[in-house]
């Protein structure tokens, strides 16, 4: 093993095009169907050998929040390794921001150090190890887009064929996932989440459903028909957000005024991303968000 290798990895944003929440499941997880895709929107893992394990970042993250840190020790635990790693963590993807830079960070530091480590683990054992650490880590071992069911590691890769231009814009505060769920949780009592057979019947057609619209964002994806786009994405989580945080509802507002031909909130929130039909159109957009984080980005095509 080379003790002077270096190198870097890129972490990717996500978004959802398409976010459904059948219902909680036993292990206190929620089923979901949602189809992600990766954006040219990232983070910056670089990777050293050395004696002892460490992660160095200027993000606001404790060291036990840190997903960086918790992949590594996952991947000792997994593989029984105790070589050390400098691993140095440049943040440009917002915490709380629905972009799934977190779990994009865990799929490319068990990534990184799996090279590093010389492990040679396969995809599948490191998809393995990353939805231990959270739902949405498998995801960013099938960059571009894909398909998520169950808590979100049944994955189906989908292959896009345009590239779309975006504008995605945060406010200044965050959403807990958590509370999202719980809030989309006690907006629904009284729904058809609960045991039976009536209940199971309602969640395998909504399921059903969920995928049927899937296919048709995938086809308007792979077509570049905007209007299509609009009709079919959704987010679950948009109402009892934009509830708490009416922000939300107005960066949508402001997106749709500046032309953007769809807006929509990404994962829990609190970010919200319009698509443009010209790069142009999303820049002069950016400047109606002057207290707002805001980044220009394309949807990604092929894996990184």
Same mark, same amino acid.
């Given at each position: 093993?080379?003790?002077?290798?270096?190198?870097?990895?890129?972490?990717?944003? =996500?978004? &959802?095009?398409?976010?459904? %929440?059948?219902?909680?499941?036993?292990?206190?997880?929620?089923?979901?169907?949602?189809?992600?895709?990766?954006? !040219?929107?990232?983070?910056? /893992?670089?990777?050293?050998?050395?004696?002892?394990?460490?992660?160095?970042?200027?993000?606001?993250?404790?060291?036990?929040?840190?997903?960086?840190?918790?992949?590594?020790?996952?991947?000792?635990?997994?593989?029984? !390794?105790?070589?050390?790693?400098?691993?140095?963590?440049?943040?440009?993807?917002?915490? @709380?921001?629905?972009?799934? *830079?977190?779990?994009?960070?865990?799929?490319?530091?068990? #990534?990184?150090? &799996?090279?590093?480590?010389?492990?040679?683990?396969?995809?599948?054992? /490191?998809?393995?190890?990353? @939805?231990?650490?959270? !739902?949405?880590?498998?995801?960013?071992?099938?960059?571009? /887009?894909?398909?998520?069911?169950?808590? @979100?590691?049944?994955?189906?890769?989908?292959?896009? $064929?345009?590239?779309?231009?975006?504008?995605?814009? =945060?406010?200044?505060?965050?959403?807990?996932?958590?509370?999202?769920? #719980?809030?989309?949780?006690? !907006?629904?009592?009284? *729904?058809?989440? *609960?045991?039976?057979?009536? $209940?199971?019947?309602?969640?395998?057609?909504?399921?059903?459903?969920?995928?049927? &619209?899937?296919?048709?964002?995938? =086809?308007?994806? #792979?077509?570049?028909?905007?209007?299509?786009?609009?009709?079919?994405?959704? &987010?679950?989580?948009?109402?009892?957000?934009?509830?708490?945080?009416?922000? %939300?509802?107005?960066?949508?507002?402001?997106?749709?005024?500046?032309?953007?031909? /769809? $807006?929509?909130?990404?994962?829990?929130?609190?970010? %919200?991303? *319009? %698509?443009?039909?010209?790069?142009?159109?999303?820049? +002069?957009?950016?400047? +109606?968000?002057?207290?707002?984080?805001?980044?220009?980005?394309?949807?990604?095509?092929?894996?990184?």
């Amino acid at each position: 093993m080379d003790a002077t290798l270096s190198f870097a990895l890129k972490a990717p944003a =996500k978004i &959802n095009w398409s976010l459904s %929440v059948i219902g909680k499941r036993q292990d206190g997880y929620h089923d979901v169907v949602t189809l992600m895709q990766c954006l !040219s929107i990232w983070d910056s /893992l670089t990777f050293a050998l050395a004696k002892r394990l460490e992660v160095i970042t200027e993000a606001p993250i404790p060291p036990e929040s840190n997903l960086v840190y918790r992949a590594a020790m996952a991947l000792r635990g997994v593989t029984g !390794s105790t070589l050390g790693a400098r691993i140095t963590l440049d943040k440009r993807i917002p915490l @709380g921001a629905g972009l799934g *830079g977190g779990s994009s960070d865990a799929a490319a530091a068990l #990534a990184g150090l &799996n090279r590093l480590w010389d492990l040679g683990l396969d995809r599948r054992a /490191l998809m393995e190890v990353g @939805g231990g650490l959270g !739902s949405d880590v498998p995801f960013f071992f099938l960059c571009p /887009l894909a398909r998520a069911e169950g808590r @979100g590691d049944l994955l189906t890769p989908v292959s896009p $064929a345009t590239r779309q231009t975006l504008l995605v814009v =945060k406010p200044s505060f965050s959403v807990s996932t958590a509370w999202a769920y #719980a809030e989309l949780a006690a !907006s629904r009592c009284g *729904g058809s989440d *609960g045991e039976g057979e009536r $209940a199971g019947a309602d969640r395998l057609t909504r399921t059903q459903a969920c995928r049927d &619209n899937i296919n048709l964002i995938c =086809k308007a994806l #792979a077509e570049g028909d905007l209007r299509q786009l609009e009709a079919r994405a959704c &987010n679950d989580f948009e109402e009892v957000i934009t509830r708490q945080y009416p922000e %939300v509802g107005r960066i949508k507002a402001g997106l749709k005024e500046a032309g953007a031909s /769809l $807006a929509l909130m990404s994962g829990s929130g609190s970010a %919200v991303f *319009g %698509v443009f039909r010209h790069k142009d159109e999303a820049q +002069r957009a950016s400047t +109606r968000f002057p207290s707002h984080w805001t980044s220009m980005a394309e949807t990604l095509c092929q894996a990184l």
